[in-house]
């Protein structure tokens, strides 16, 4: 099942997308819905939903297959698309180096030694980033000349848990989506080469578009992953590349810290990176950036300078 946020009378509306491509309005849908599900999807908010488990997307998947009986709660294909979740509760956790060709592209670009770390490599980017598909990815030419992109697998957390066990880390997995890592380069490496300033503008979050249910992908460690500007093909990989796969990184992620409903994990990102390129290749104004993952979709944004 496919999930979304549009914008609907300048409100944030959570829907399901149907087979038709049009969008089934959660809230107005479940209005005879009893018990604690029902006041989850009436919440109509994608973070209500999601914090309703099991029993709210049981509940969800019943309105979904009776959707023409609630024709009067449907909004077009074309709604405006929002971030999944608009303002996420936290900030969203990244995961950094987890592909090897990336890291050794890395290593060429920088002409340093990088290598594979025994653990795991995190980071955060702040809500303040989170950028809608069609919204526009920013860029402050006072601060970076070095913008750059990342596409990455995304991964929805749905159930609370702390030091959550590899064998236990998928039952925590709402779902899946695309998350563009924009990175300033420049301001990555003169603040220490430390992730957080680098890869927390305004605008460096673009996320969307929209929450593939865990149920409807086939297997996230065997999907194509990659990365188009103006329509040249940047960044093509396979999510069988990671060299930390989810089950570690949520592991390692949660030893000694909850991770709840509603955090998002952004995965790493394959070879392919701007900075890498011979001579580098970096976001201008005007351009236009796509992410697409199979069995999600495409995740597409245009570049601004302010």
């Not at 944030?12 to 029902?38: H, R, S, T």
């Not at 236990?168 to 899946?176: E, Q, R, S, T, V």
């Not at 390129?277 to 970096?282: A, G, V, Y």
Request: with cysteine; proline share 7%.
């Amino acid at each position: 099942m496919q999930l979304a946020t549009i914008s609907a009378d300048g409100r944030p509306v959570c829907v399901a997308i149907l087979g038709n491509g049009k969008m089934l309005d959660i809230a107005a849908a479940a209005k005879d819905v009893p018990g604690p599900e029902g006041d989850a999807l009436r919440a109509g908010s994608m973070q209500a939903l999601i914090e309703g488990g099991a029993e709210a997307l049981k509940a969800l998947n019943g309105l979904v297959a009776n959707a023409d009986a609630h024709a009067g709660a449907q909004y077009p294909a074309d709604s405006v698309l929002m971030a999944p979740i608009p303002v996420p509760r936290k900030n969203v956790f990244c995961v950094g180096r987890n592909y090897a060709e990336h890291i050794a592209e890395g290593e060429r670009a920088q002409n340093v030694k990088i290598g594979v770390t025994e653990h795991p490599v995190f980071f955060t980017k702040p809500a303040t980033a989170v950028v809608p598909p069609n919204g526009d990815v920013l860029i402050f030419p006072s601060v970076s000349e070095a913008i750059d992109y990342e596409v990455e697998l995304a991964v929805v957390i749905g159930k609370a848990g702390r030091n959550i066990s590899k064998a236990d880390a998928f039952d925590h997995i709402f779902g899946y989506t695309i998350l563009n890592d924009i990175t300033a380069r420049d301001v990555q490496r003169r603040h220490g080469g430390q992730y957080f300033k680098g890869k927390a503008l305004d605008g460096s979050c673009p996320i969307g578009p929209w929450i593939v249910t865990a149920d409807a992908l086939s297997d996230p460690h065997n999907i194509s992953i990659g990365l188009t500007v103006n329509g040249d093909q940047r960044q093509n990989g396979k999510t069988s590349d990671m060299i930390f796969d989810i089950p570690t990184l949520i592991a390692s992620l949660s030893e000694g810290l909850t991770l709840e409903p509603g955090d998002i994990i952004a995965t790493g990102t394959p070879s392919g990176v701007g900075y890498a390129m011979d001579p580098p290749s970096f976001l201008k104004a005007g351009d236009t950036v796509v992410c697409e993952i199979s069995e999600i979709g495409a995740l597409t944004n245009t570049v601004r300078a302010v």
